[in-house]
């Protein structure tokens, strides 16, 4: 009976983890839900705001793997909490920045601690979860970011009430005060690091394999494509539909939610028997073709809009799908976390490169540029899922 309580409990504690999953994608949100009000008040051009979403990502761009080690070597549950918790001082750092240096500074920081929280919590949530509900843990995980930066994003009309400056502080009190939940909620979840290994071996042996590099740059292009777009959109609709900025980012918030439906999709298609391959082949082909309709001239802002809705739905697929191709891929057993961290580390290149070379084409040559940049990805995450789909899963796996 006791271990019937201890299963059916198990939900709640999950939940609680994606929770943490969703506040930090506040931090994703939030940048371009503030970024006319950030260009205003430090006087900087469209060249220099796509870095402060592109800073986000500078740091984890670089030590994503380093990170996903540390989760096994730690523990997840630690690293959950000390993300959530480094989020919330460079918040309130970030809150009383003077010039656009230091608020790029403490970006970065909220960068590592949100790569922090997003490699550690889907490995907590692997050790949580029974091995029948797995796919659909991991499926309710991939909709922490659409569902995080939708609620930012709703919270826009805040913006004229507190300002930049504000939102920045109560972000941080968000993230300060769910670490403490968190930390208090997971008491019972697994806290053991890994057994002593070398640090060196494990970076050596994921690196190494095939499998991680192939899923870290799906994602890489995944995250450029979808942020090339949804970094900007609350100012591309603005333009297209001739509305407020509070409006645009409504708008906004509205076609970023949806995709967490795709997310919700993804795992009964998974458990169903669907290929991963031709999931990711759906969502990359439609996504590539849609960021023609978004930002290419001659199309109504109605059309735009909805196939805005239609790239961020169908995209959603995506992001579950390669999570959960990271427990097949990953070189060990034991080196989840690591190959996790991987992945997540080509998710912050794609953050950090879709948003600057978006912005730069786009102040050069206008959005329908951007179009062309969208389907260039699109099409090398083609050829990659293709080559993927040909690999076999790694051999500590593949039993």
Known sequence: MSERRSDDSRWPTILLIVGAGIVSAFQVGKAPTALAAVQADLAIGLAMASWLLSAFAIVGALSGIAIGVAVDHVGARRMVVGGLLLQGAGSAVGAFAGAAPLLLLTRAIEGVGFLTVTVAAPTLIVGMARPRDLGRAIAVWGTFMPVGMTVVMLGAPLLTVIGWRGYWLVNAAVLIGYAVLLAYGTR?????????RSIADDLRQTTAAGGPWLLASLMAAFSAAFFAV???LPAIL???LAVGPTTGSLMAAGAVAVN???NLACGPLLTRGVPRAHVLLIGFVTMGLCGFGVMGEGVSGPVAYALCVVFSAVGGLVPVALIDGAPRHAPRPD???????FLMQGNNVGLLLGPVISGGLAAALGWPMVSFFVAALAFAAVVLTLTLRARPAEAALSS
């Open 335 to 341: 080196l989840v976390g690591a190959t996790v961290g």
């Open 260 to 262: 967490a439906l795709g």
């Open 188 to 196: 019972a979840a697994p806290t053991a690091a890994a057994q002593h």
């Open 230 to 232: 949804f970094g900007f």
């Open 238 to 240: 603005s333009d297209r």
